[in-house]
């Protein structure tokens, strides 16, 4: 069986085969937050089912393709849909295509997700730049063998967010007068919403919004000395008086809604790249 390595040169050969350019910029878009597609100036799409050791994509709300091409004069690599570890995938399953990007030579990775708030001040359709997050009931993609060639044993996650991109997303949302709010968000491996206990538990654990995916990603990025920057669109309010349920169509309803928000903010972010 091959390793990582050797199955990671493969996917690249075959990306590069079809699309002989690097791409600067990785963007991974969350759940209902693909439009910013629409923004690129496509060269070449692939399907992920056509792409060597690439997971598929099965979610509603996920189209399935990395996507290359030039947003505002900088090239990007962009995943219209991503992989859950909910879906049935491994954690390293999960992490490849991040893997792959920065193998295709991406400098840096844009992160969009759905999140439900705990923080009390936040509001459906909020964005909150991620500053941290709290991984430790997700399953690390790290464990098992170490590759030297992809990063440390050990890596460090004191930083796992770049501030410095941080300071850019706050730039830019400034100047586009679209507020954001900052904070720590809660990696769960779902697929059920959180009990209104379990939501309440996770505030005082010091997060400010949960979610269903990338802290794998960033894990992985942050292994590979790749900064990341990433944004959770409110979607819901998981601590609340009302006797509501939860959905997945309300989360992509509201993704959609804050969507153009999203999509101003990361188009404009990476020609400050
Ligand atoms: N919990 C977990 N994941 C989510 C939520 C939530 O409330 N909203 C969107 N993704």
């Keep these: 069986m091959m390793n990582i390595l050797e199955q990671l040169r493969e996917t690249t050969s075959y990306i590069q085969k079809l699309y ?6 990785g963007i991974i878009l969350g759940s209902g937050l693909g439009n910013l597609t629409a923004e690129i100036q496509v060269e070449k799409e692939i399907e992920y089912k056509d792409i060597p050791h690439f997971p598929q994509s099965t979610v509603e709300g996920h189209q399935g393709k990395l996507i290359l091409g030039e947003l505002n004069g900088k090239r990007v690599a962009a995943m219209a849909g991503r992989f859950h ?3 049935g995938y491994s954690a390293e399953q999960v992490v490849y295509p991040v893997r792959a990007l920065k193998f ?7 992160v969009s997700n759905a999140a439900g708030g705990v923080n009390p001040s936040f509001r459906i359709g909020d964005l909150m730049i991620i500053r941290d997050h709290i991984s430790l009931v997700t399953v690390n993609p790290l464990l098992g063998k170490n590759y030297e060639e992809l990063g440390p044993r050990f890596p460090d996650m004191s930083e796992p967010y770049k501030k410095e991109l941080i ?3 706050k730039k830019v949302a400034d100047k586009l007068q679209i507020p954001v709010k900052e904070g720590v968000y809660f990696g769960v491996t779902g697929p ?3 009990t209104r206990a379990e939501y309440k538990m996770i505030h005082i654990l010091g997060a400010d919004a949960v979610g269903m995916s990338t802290v794998q990603e960033v894990i992985t990025a942050v292994h590979m000395g790749l900064p990341v920057v990433a944004i959770s669109v409110i979607t819901d309010l998981g601590i609340r008086d009302d006797d509501n349920v939860i959905t997945h169509d309300e989360v992509l309803h509201e993704a959609k809604l804050a ?3 999203l999509t101003a903010i990361f188009k404009n972010l990476v020609a400050e790249l």
């Design 20 to 25: 002989p350019h690097t791409p600067e910029v």
């Design 85 to 87: 570890y909910y879906e």
């Design 104 to 110: 295709l030579g991406i400098k840096n990775l844009l």
């Design 167 to 169: 300071e850019k997303v």
């Design 192 to 194: 059920t919403f959180e």
């Design 259 to 261: 969507e153009p928000k």
